[in-house]
């Protein structure tokens, strides 16, 4: 099949699927459509016809773009019209996680796969609840047993639902720690050279001073380096 008449069969397959498909995925799909066709289609050229589709859709005449998120390739509106789109989706946009539930996926997305017991030793707390949540949301998955553990509890990691949510193709795309960390850190307070600077007149009104103004006071306050722990 040319090239030029695959670019339309590759991108009315992404458009109409459900689930973002991979380059692997459109190329059985294709082959499976035509399968009297002697020569079959192979992947490089479904790879190909991706990129055609995908610098089709970059122009800014199109308010949406071809992104692979999720493991695969899908449509997806631009980021400038979000608002638009908000007005017309606005509860599904309004329903967001709860803190407890954000921080029991952050641990699985840092720590899978994980076991209930490793999660809630992180946080101090029962994730029942939370853990439930999010494997009703299919943000998570139940990924099999720690066979070394007494009992040989669930353990779950991320899902391929988890990065499409978040626009990643894999658990390496997240945030490293120390970013997160560095972008919080305060920035140092930038001393300018004037502020050292003293003229005649300071230098001759610190030299009248009384001994009675200059002199210290025979005591300080002590400080204070007491701290309390964390309850």
């Not at 946080?123 to 609840?129: A, E, F, L």
């Not at 066979?147 to 669930?154: I, R, S």
Request: glycine share 4%; hydrophobic share 40%.
């Amino acid at each position: 099949m040319e090239i030029a008449n695959l670019i339309t069969h590759v991108e009315a397959l992404i458009f109409a699927s459900e689930k973002p498909l991979t380059a692997i995925e459109i190329t059985e799909l294709v082959n499976s459509a035509f399968g009297f066709m002697d020569d079959k289609v192979v992947i490089d050229q479904v790879e190909t016809s991706i990129e055609g589709v995908k610098e089709k859709y970059s122009s800014d005449f199109f308010p949406f773009e071809l992104r692979e998120s999720g493991g695969g390739w899908q449509f997806l509106t631009k980021r400038e019209y979000h608002q638009t789109i908000a007005q017309l989706n606005g509860d599904k946009f309004l329903k967001r996680l709860s803190t407890a539930a954000l921080e029991t996926l952050a641990i699985i997305a840092y720590k899978q796969p994980i076991t209930k017991s490793d999660i809630e030793a992180i946080r101090g707390v029962n994730c029942d609840y939370s853990i439930q949540k999010l494997l009703e949301k299919e943000l998570i998955i139940i990924s099999g047993r720690n066979e070394t553990m007494v009992g040989k509890p669930l353990i779950y990691s991320t899902s391929r639902h988890f990065m499409d949510y978040f626009g990643i193709n894999s658990s390496e795309e997240l945030p490293k720690i120390s970013e997160v960390l560095a972008e919080q850190m305060v920035a140092p307070t930038l001393v300018n050279a004037e502020h050292f600077e003293t003229d005649a007149t300071a230098d001759d009104t610190i030299g009248n001073l009384t001994d009675t103004e200059t002199e210290a006071p025979s005591t300080l306050p002590e400080e204070d380096t007491s701290f309390n722990l964390p309850s």
